[in-house]
């Protein structure tokens, strides 16, 4: 009874987190329907399927093919593109004829020739427009990006970018105003390998193209056959890549655990992975999906940058941080000398009065000097003891000295010195230095 309870239970938990599908024929068309929000899988010229991929709930719906189309030409030779908030197009592989999937219809929408001159190129849509950009056709490599023009129904030059080759097989993502996407080249050497550059990007308001930098080689396959390319995706040798450009990071899924896989996408927060079986008389398509999130913590196996980092890099840093603490230490250090020199400005015509009462008496006297029992005028007014007036005689002379050493920018101990009397060496005397006298004249005190 337990082992049989354990095994619904797991049943109940694979099915929440993963749905699976089966499909009689080897070809099919498949995308996700963002206006329906359901997986579309198209293999059959009368009909459609749709799968809500929340609810497990499938739905077939009818399909009146285009006249001017063949069904076969339509599974083998045109391209998907859907995104959020547009509408799904069908865009032939060589670009020139346009298809749209209108209620149950596709329909031809363009004015277009049949191109066939823009092979192996990345298809993305932007504000519900097709685009195309790089591919190869006539013998040559393109550097440009086309545009399907609605109004016109034909399709025009949106840009050039010189010295930069893209193919099917190179990542990009279209983020609000942006296209990003890697440059790159093919090098045949047995077989066609993948060798990636540098990361670039279009801004389609400046109309203006970027080179955001050197790509780390260990963050693209390397010298293996890409196996399956959607958008910003790459499968190779069982490890699946996720790039986000805007966040400079690649993140890798290793998908050994997942055999004869044969398609991959990533919509809408789910992983749909398609699979083949070979059975005794029969071959059978598998289609499963699971949460995104579901994914990530099932195969997820690294994390890595996407532009190499400076080899220099470090030493950069420490020299930058070296500079800054230089700079801080230069800033702080001013900053104590202005608070000094502004502590010392505003102590202009601001002395305390019995500082300013003291030097007016000291400058009354010729030689600048004077003896102690002279100050008791200045600290006498309440009739205090003999105590007392020596201790206020001592702070009265503390604060002239200090007040009088910010404002003739002197030492404290320089502003006055103290001698023995001529006549009485019992008797002391006080004596101004001249520099304070001198600054007086000038005005400085004023």
């Given amino acids: 009874m337990k082992v049989v309870f354990t095994f619904v239970v797991l049943f109940f938990l694979s099915s929440l987190f993963s749905q699976n599908y089966t499909f009689k024929n080897k070809g099919q068309l498949m995308f996700y329907d963002y206006q329906a929000s359901k997986f579309c899988i198209i293999e059959d010229s009368t009909h459609r399927i749709l799968i809500d991929l929340s609810t497990n709930r499938m739905e077939k719906r009818p399909l009146h093919l285009d006249s001017q189309i063949h069904f076969s030409d339509l599974l083998s030779n045109y391209k998907v593109l859907t995104e959020k908030g547009a509408d799904v197009y069908f865009v032939d592989k060589g670009c020139g004829y346009v298809l749209l999937l209108r209620n149950d219809s596709i329909v031809r929408i363009d004015k277009s020739f049949h191109h066939q001159n823009q092979y192996n190129a990345s298809y993305f849509l932007y504000k519900n427009?097709?685009?195309?950009?790089?591919?190869?056709?006539?013998?040559?490599?393109?550097?440009?990006?086309?545009?399907?023009?609605?109004?016109?129904?034909?399709?025009?030059?949106?840009?050039?970018?010189?010295?930069y080759s893209c193919s099917d097989r190179n990542p990009?993502?279209?983020?609000?105003?942006?296209?990003?996407?890697?440059?790159?080249?093919?090098?045949?050497?047995?077989?066609?390998?993948?060798?990636?550059?540098?990361?670039?990007?279009?801004?389609?308001?400046?109309?203006?193209?970027?080179?955001?930098?050197?790509?780390?080689?260990?963050?693209?396959?390397?010298?293996?056959?890409?196996?399956?390319?959607?958008?910003?995706?790459?499968?190779?040798?069982?490890?699946?890549?996720?790039?986000?450009?805007?966040?400079?990071?690649?993140?890798?899924?290793?998908?050994?655990?997942?055999?004869?896989?044969?398609?991959?996408?990533?919509?809408?927060?789910?992983?749909?992975?398609?699979?083949?079986?070979?059975r005794v008389v029969q071959y059978e398509t598998l289609i499963s999906s699971m949460p995104l999130g579901v994914f990530k913590s099932k195969y997820l196996i690294s994390k890595k940058a996407i532009i190499a980092p400076d080899p220099n890099f470090k030493l950069l840093l420490l020299m930058s941080l070296l500079i800054l603490g230089t700079l801080l230490v230069v800033f702080f250090e001013y900053r104590r000398r202005r608070s000094c020199k502004v502590k010392r400005i505003q102590t202009n015509g601001k002395i305390s009065k019995s500082t300013q009462k003291l030097l007016t008496l000291w400058l009354t006297k010729d030689d600048l000097s004077l003896e102690y029992s002279q100050l008791n005028d200045l600290v006498n007014e309440d009739s205090p003891s003999v105590d007392a007036i020596k201790k206020r005689r001592e702070?009265?002379?503390?604060?002239?000295?200090?007040?009088?050493?910010?404002?003739?920018n002197l030492a404290p101990n320089d502003v006055f010195t103290t001698t023995q009397h001529v006549n009485d060496k019992r008797m002391k005397v006080i004596i101004l230095n001249p520099v304070v006298k001198i600054m007086v004249d000038k005005g400085e005190f004023s």
Wanted: hydrophobic share 35%.
């Fill in 129 to 163: 427009s097709p685009h195309v950009f790089g591919g190869y056709g006539f013998f040559n490599f393109k550097d440009y990006m086309l545009k399907y023009d609605h109004n016109l129904c034909q399709w025009f030059m949106q840009t050039r970018l010189t010295n």
């Fill in 172 to 278: 990009y993502m279209v983020c609000k105003n942006k296209y990003y996407g890697v440059s790159g080249k093919i090098v045949t050497d047995g077989e066609s390998n993948y060798f990636f550059e540098n990361l670039i990007s279009y801004n389609f308001s400046t109309q203006k193209w970027k080179n955001l930098g050197e790509i780390d080689p260990s963050a693209f396959p390397k010298k293996e056959k890409i196996e399956i390319a959607h958008k910003n995706l790459l499968v190779s040798l069982h490890k699946l890549y996720l790039y986000d450009f805007q966040k400079n990071e690649v993140e890798i899924f290793d998908l050994k655990n997942i055999p004869s896989l044969k398609d991959v996408y990533i919509e809408n927060g789910r992983v749909i992975m398609k699979r083949s079986i070979t």
């Fill in 395 to 408: 702070n009265l002379l503390d604060l002239f000295k200090y007040e009088i050493s910010l404002k003739c």
